[in-house]
């Protein structure tokens, strides 16, 4: 692990590990909710990619926005929300964050700053962009990140968006997750060049990072956001993640493109969680006891949710042309 | 009342809005110094400056997504898209973002943005600079349409459309910007989903969309004389229709046209005859006739173009031969 900044104390060391249990234990939820077919549709997990949403947004103010992707569970918890609206939204149900209107690809939380998941890959560059673009045009110090894929890397749209936010200085940092598929077909096959080339070709500073570092990704977020809010953005990472699950939870029988050998490498000596983990115990930052204590606290809170929201209601059939259009 | 041209009206319409709400803001090609190709927005950027009147690099769906994530979080931007055929290259960001995203939140969030565009052909700019899309973005729920037929309507609807907390788009007929129209020195509005008539008349009903107005007035002048009483109905926003508008002068007159310059199949003249029929069935005398513009790209040389687009002299043929009886079937 990298080394911590002094100016993180036990609560955010905490905070950070009890996020990132957090979107485990929901993804975990959600594939069982998928599995005994009490979820309605499919829906793609994150787990894997935790120290990716929390290091970057354990760095952003709670008015700070993102926006998320397709994968965006993670992002969702990562940036403040809670298990039971977001359980409700995956089963289609009245109190979900979206009335259950939007379901696990459109999740949307914008008390907390979250502009929405998005099921077009690359599909929220613009809008993030938009979002940079506001806060500069009303003078406040808002930063926005959009989360993409690797795979979202090819998409028009990004190199338009970026070359504007480059001319116009706005405050938005790219976040590009790179888990080394796009769909079912590796990164290599579908990117030429580098990543990271393609943002300085437009001037904008790049970094890539470990993504499964949580305090790594989270020190560099830090730095970018601080420069954005000082008019000195965009700024572009590269944070290399890895997968557990397939493209989505039907994606079982994957060994045509990618061995079991690799996925247990990655679960078995990468692992985001265990990693930090083993630096908390290491630092003397919290014991094994705090910590299998604080993970059974949020198995229970993410059961209690799950069964809230089995029992919830639907939303009633008089809702389905309400919201087509704002008053 | 004092005449001035739909450019300057349009061009009122928004002065007007951006001194009234600091929020609203300009995006697109050439829309500062250069004011538009059509010079719709000249003087604007010296009045708000270039943080309001954003000249963008040639990407259209790259602004348009600007312009959605801004909406999104406390502006109003208005998006000038340069010709309506560019239409095809925003629809995921119009369509797929825009549309749905008030829905899709459950009505957490609005995205309150104008899509400027034009329609219209007979400009001898060939097939990817002439095509009426309103129809195209008319099928996609969460999207209003405002179609103005004059300078007086182009000003009202589009105060309208940016005070509105939707996603609206204008379409404006590049051949009209110079016509001129009394326009009101005072402040006013015109609400979406309020039919305007026209005139009044007995024997048939015409509906016209944006300059075909103009096309049912010119036809209904030639009726008048060979004593067919003509009513012209302009819908003025297709997204919301007033449908009960149609449907009452259906219903006194027996007999419809509708004359829009959108592609004959599938498009607006289709929609509102099938709402005519299904609503107001017993009270026809004709079946519901449409007049759009020809199933063809459009074309370039004058001798062609021309012949593609509904003309005042067809809409009243068909109009006569509608009032005495003959069974018409549509080209």
């Not at chain 2, 999104?72 to 340069?82: F, K």
């Not at chain 2, 609503?279 to 459009?298: I, W």
Request: glycine share 8%; proline share 4%.
């Amino acid at each position: 692990m990298s080394a911590a900044k002094k100016t993180h104390n036990t609560e955010d060391f905490l905070q950070m590990y009890r996020q990132m249990a957090r979107i485990r234990t929901f993804e975990d939820n959600a594939n069982q909710l998928y599995l005994s077919a009490k979820m309605p549709g499919l829906t793609h997990m994150y787990s894997g990619e935790e120290a990716v949403a929390v290091g970057i947004c354990e760095a952003l103010r709670m008015t700070d926005k993102i926006t998320s992707t397709h994968r965006g569970h993670g992002h969702c918890v990562a940036k403040g929300a809670d298990f039971k609206e977001m359980f409700c939204e995956l089963l289609g149900k009245e109190e979900g964050y979206c009335r259950g209107k939007g379901g696990s690809m459109h999740i949307a939380d914008q008390s907390n700053g979250n502009l929405g998941a998005n099921a077009i890959v690359g599909g929220s560059m613009g809008i993030a962009t938009g979002s940079a673009f506001t806060a500069k045009m009303l003078g406040k110090d808002d930063v926005t990140v959009c989360f993409f894929g690797d795979g979202a890397t090819a998409q028009g749209l990004m190199y338009e968006v970026m070359n504007m936010a480059a001319l116009w200085s706005l405050p938005v940092i790219y976040a590009c997750e790179n888990n080394g598929y796009s769909e079912y077909t590796r990164t290599e096959e579908i990117a030429a060049g580098s990543i990271l080339g393609r943002a300085q070709a437009f001037g904008i500073e790049a970094h890539q990072v470990d993504g499964q570092d949580v305090l790594a990704v989270n020190a560099l977020t830090e730095k970018l956001v601080d420069r954005c809010r000082k008019g000195e953005g965009p700024f572009f990472m590269e944070l290399m993640t890895y997968r557990y699950h397939g493209h989505h939870v039907g994606d079982i029988n994957r060994e045509y493109y990618r061995s079991k050998q690799e996925e247990r490498d990655w679960k078995e000596n990468r692992d985001p969680i265990i990693r930090f983990r083993s630096w908390l115990v290491a630092e003397g930052i919290a014991t094994e006891a705090e910590l299998d204590s604080l993970n059974a606290d949020i198995r229970a809170d993410a059961s209690a949710a799950v069964e809230y929201a089995l029992q919830a209601k639907y939303p009633d059939v008089s809702e389905v042309d309400m919201h087509v259009y704002a008053a | 009342m004092r005449k001035i041209t739909l450019s300057q009206a349009v061009n009122e319409a928004l002065a007007e809005e951006m001194r009234r709400d600091p929020t609203v803001f300009i995006i697109g090609e050439d829309v500062a110094e250069a004011g538009t190709p059509f010079k719709v927005l000249s003087g604007l950027v010296e009045e708000f400056g270039t943080q309001r009147v954003v000249d963008t690099p040639i990407a259209e769906p790259g602004f348009m997504g600007i312009a959605v994530g801004a909406a999104m979080t406390g502006t109003r931007p208005v998006v000038d898209l340069m010709f309506g055929d560019f239409l095809f290259l925003v629809m995921d960001q119009l369509c797929n973002q825009a549309a749905k995203t008030h829905y899709m939140s459950g009505g957490k969030l609005n995205v309150p943005l104008v899509l400027r565009t034009n329609m219209g052909a007979t400009r001898r700019s060939a097939a990817q600079h002439s095509q009426s899309l309103h129809a195209l973005v008319a099928h996609v729920p969460g999207l209003k349409i405002a179609m103005p037929s004059s300078a007086y309507e182009a000003k009202g609807l589009m105060k309208t459309a940016i005070r509105d907390n939707n996603p609206v788009v204008i379409f404006e007929d590049k051949l009209m910007y110079n016509d001129k129209a009394g326009v009101p020195e005072e402040e006013y509005l015109i609400p979406f989903g309020q039919a305007n008539v026209l005139q009044e008349g007995v024997d048939i009903t015409l509906i016209g969309t944006s300059s075909m107005v103009q096309v049912c007035q010119a036809a209904a002048e030639v009726l008048a004389k060979e004593g067919i009483s003509a009513e012209v109905i302009d819908p003025r926003t297709i997204v919301p229709l007033d449908e009960e508008t149609l449907l009452k002068s259906a219903k006194k007159t027996s007999r419809v046209i509708i004359v829009d310059e959108g592609h004959q199949s599938y498009g607006v003249t289709g929609e509102i005859a099938s709402r005519i029929n299904e609503k107001a069935f017993y009270h026809l005398d004709a079946p519901v006739l449409r007049l759009g513009a020809m199933d063809v790209p459009v074309p370039f040389s004058p001798a062609l173009e021309d012949i593609t687009v509904p003309t005042p002299e067809r809409v009243a043929d068909q109009a006569r031969r509608l009032v005495r009886g003959e069974l018409i079937h549509a080209a």
